[in-house]
C-alpha cells in the first residue's frame, strides 16, 4: 500500500484505551487471564454451536478468533522488539474464521489454548524493557507503540466477551 498514508495513533486505539479502562499493560494482562479463568465452562456448552443471528460465529470461532488474532499480535510484537524490519501486513478475520475448524474442538480445549496463549504473551511483554515497549511500531497504515499491542490484545478479548455477554449468555435456555 505505498500511497496509503499513515495514522499516528489510529482512531481504534481510543477504543483500545477506553476498553481497559487505563490500566497499565501488565494490569490489563491479568485482568484479562482473569476473565478466562473466570469463564462458565458449562455455560459455554449448554450454548453450544448456537449464535444469535444467522452468519454469526459461534462461541467456539470467537474463541479461536481470539487465539489466532493474539498469535499475530505477538508475532507483530516481537518483529518490532527485535528490530527485524519487516512491515507486517493486514490479515483477514474472516477467510481466518471460515477456515478455522473451531466447532470441532471443544469449549474446555479452546479455553485452554487460549489461557496458555495468554500466559505466554505475558512472559513475552513482560521480558522487553521500557525501551522496547516504547517503540513506535509501524503497520501497514498506521503507527503505535509496541506496548499498544499488548493493550490491543486484551482489548480484543474485552470487547469479544462483551458480545458474547450480551447476545451468546441470553441463548442458554
Known amino acids: 500500500m505505498p500511497?496509503?498514508?499513515v495514522k499516528n495513533n489510529p482512531a481504534f486505539l481510543a477504543y483500545v484505551y477506553q476498553l481497559n479502562e487505563g490500566n497499565e499493560l501488565a494490569e490489563a494482562l491479568k485482568l484479562s487471564l482473569k476473565a478466562i479463568n473466570d469463564i462458565d465452562i458449562a455455560q459455554f456448552n449448554r450454548i453450544g454451536l448456537k449464535t444469535y443471528e444467522e452468519g454469526k460465529w459461534t462461541?467456539?470461532?470467537i474463541l479461536q478468533h481470539l487465539i489466532d488474532w493474539e498469535r499475530i499480535w505477538c508475532f507483530r510484537a516481537i518483529i518490532f522488539a527485535r528490530g527485524e524490519g519487516t512491515t507486517p501486513v493486514a490479515h483477514d478475520q474472516e477467510i481466518m474464521g471460515k477456515n478455522s475448524n473451531a466447532n470441532e474442538l471443544s469449549i474446555e480445549q479452546l479455553v485452554?489454548?487460549?489461557r496458555i496463549?495468554?500466559?505466554s504473551s505475558m512472559m513475552m511483554f513482560?521480558?522487553?524493557s521500557k525501551e522496547i515497549l516504547d517503540t513506535n511500531c509501524r503497520f501497514f497504515e498506521y503507527e503505535m507503540p509496541l506496548f499498544a499491542i499488548?493493550?490491543?490484545i486484551t482489548a480484543h478479548q474485552i470487547h469479544h466477551f462483551k458480545v458474547i455477554k450480551e447476545r451468546y449468555v441470553p441463548l442458554d435456555k
Open 117 to 119: 496463549v495468554r500466559q
Open 59 to 61: 462461541i467456539h470461532k
Open 3 to 5: 500511497n496509503q498514508e
Open 112 to 114: 485452554n489454548e487460549l
Open 150 to 152: 499488548g493493550l490491543t
Open 126 to 128: 513482560e521480558s522487553f
